[in-house]
């Protein structure tokens, strides 16, 4: 099982980073604030976690069976 995602909307800035590189994971929603899309675990364990330490606002949550993973 792959790791799940989730977004801190309160912490979102929307700067579309996650979206850019990689639109089929990422999305904004109606607010414009980042939201992960089914199947955003395909992109695999090494890339998620990548994608988000380069979150400029760090809104971007990577959980590998409910813990969450340390992105330092």
Aim: proline residues 4%; hydrophobic residues 45%.
């Amino acid at each position: 099982m792959g790791f799940e995602v989730r977004v801190d909307k309160d912490v979102c800035i929307s700067s579309g980073k996650c979206v850019a590189d990689a639109p089929a994971a990422f999305r904004f929603d109606d607010d414009e604030i980042a939201e992960p899309v089914a199947g955003v675990s395909a992109l695999g364990d090494d890339h998620l976690v990548e994608i988000a330490r380069s979150c400029p606002s760090g809104a971007i949550q990577v959980f590998d069976q409910g813990v969450e993973v340390t992105l330092d």
